[in-house]
């Protein structure tokens, strides 16, 4: 299995707080993603990185940050977390981008009260 | 924006029968991914198709794509239990090299 480590794996919160999720690997991939997993909604994109300090945006990037000051560590906040924001979020690795397989971590179960 | 769309969204079919799962996307693409994903786990890759292929296999595992249709489809022969799961596909861009796009996946239970 790839090297990927997701933490915390739960957490549980209250509207308005700062939270921050955090991926590290040890591949050495260039490219990491992060997706929230919803009910009828399957994986959507939230923000990647395609390089250290290089990151865009997905389709659902409102209300979240990122940050990747090193190639192993990818960060994911939530500047002030609301209701919206209860999901399960996952972060994946890829070498090259969209044209190689992407390795997921088991995901962080996020809840907010 | 572009999204695999699977079918059917649920399937529930004997041990030992083959199960197939369909994926219909709205663009062209550069290539098709499949994925699995159990419960409380992320996913896992399983199988990835480039445009200019029409069949790809691994094992159990048989993925057909069919372009002019845009139109994929997985078939797992000799079904296991432990092939209860949920599968995904998902898609990149034309003009992009970076993301790819989910669809909201076949949920897949194996009656022992």
């Known amino acids: 299995d790839a090297g990927i480590t997701q933490s915390p794996r739960h957490k549980v919160t209250e509207t308005g707080t700062p939270v921050t999720l955090r991926c590290h690997q040890t591949?050495?991939?260039?490219?990491m993603y992060w997706y929230r997993q919803d009910p009828g909604h399957g994986l959507r994109l939230i923000h990647y990185?395609?390089?250290?300090?290089?990151?865009d945006k997905g389709e659902v990037s409102d209300g979240y940050s990122v940050s990747r000051s090193k190639t192993e560590d990818f960060l994911l906040t939530l500047e002030s977390a609301t209701s919206s924001q209860t999901s399960v979020y996952f972060c994946?690795?890829?070498?090259?981008?969209?044209?190689?397989?992407?390795?997921f971590g088991d995901g962080t179960r996020l809840s907010i009260l | 924006s572009q999204q695999g769309e699977e079918d059917p969204q649920a399937l529930s079919i004997q041990e030992g029968e083959n199960a197939t799962m369909n994926c219909s996307y709205k663009?062209?693409?550069?290539?098709l991914q499949w994925y699995r994903q159990n419960s409380g786990r992320g996913l896992v890759h399983l199988i990835l198709?480039?445009?200019?292929?029409r069949e790809k296999h691994s094992g159990r595992l048989r993925v057909t794509l069919d372009t002019s249709k845009k139109s994929s489809s997985l078939l797992i022969t000799a079904s296991r239990a432990a092939d209860t799961a949920s599968y995904f596909c998902?898609?990149?861009?034309?003009?992009?090299?970076?993301?790819?796009?989910f669809g909201t996946g076949t949920r897949l239970t194996i009656i022992p």
């Open positions: 994946a690795i890829s070498k090259t981008g969209s044209d190689q397989p992407q390795h």
């Open positions: 591949e050495n991939h260039r490219y």
């Open positions: 990185s395609y390089g250290v300090k290089d990151t």
């Open positions: 663009t062209s693409i550069n290539n």
């Open positions: 198709i480039r445009s200019n292929e």
């Open positions: 998902a898609t990149d861009r034309p003009n992009g090299n970076e993301k790819l796009t």
